[in-house]
Nanobody
């Protein structure tokens, strides 16, 4: 069983930056593919970024490419999402997700077994 706890959300002005963290408890974190998703009220949860267990491979939604960076520190059982040049449309609850059974980066929700509780990011214009 893996538990994921996000932190680092908050209120920021457009153009600003935030770094989200996701701390994982449990075993074999370094074998999990990890991802970030986000959700706004009334909309489906959408893919933001994913990272391979080694950190070598990453994938991003087109809407965040060039602005967001996903990374991980397996020694600390933590995955990060550095968000730069934030826009009001980035406002959402951000969720950390992990998968122990997929071997390729995935963008769909059902690929991930474990989810955090979410952290709110609000970008003001």
């Amino acid at each position: 069983q893996v538990q994921l706890v996000e932190s680092g959300g908050g209120l920021v002005q457009a153009g600003g930056s935030l770094r989200l963290s996701c701390a994982a408890s449990g075993r074999a974190f370094n074998r999990y593919i990890m991802a970030w998703f986000r959700q706004t009220p009334g909309k489906e949860r959408e893919f933001v970024a994913a990272i391979s267990w080694s950190g070598v491979s990453t994938d991003y939604a087109n809407s965040v490419k060039g602005r967001f960076t996903i990374s991980r520190d397996n020694a600390k059982n933590t995955v990060y999402l550095q968000m730069n040049n934030l826009k009001p449309e980035d406002t959402a609850v951000y969720y950390c997700a992990g998968s122990s059974h997929i071997v390729k980066l995935a963008t769909i929700i059902t690929s991930y077994d474990y989810w955090g509780q979410g952290t709110q990011v609000t970008v003001s214009s």
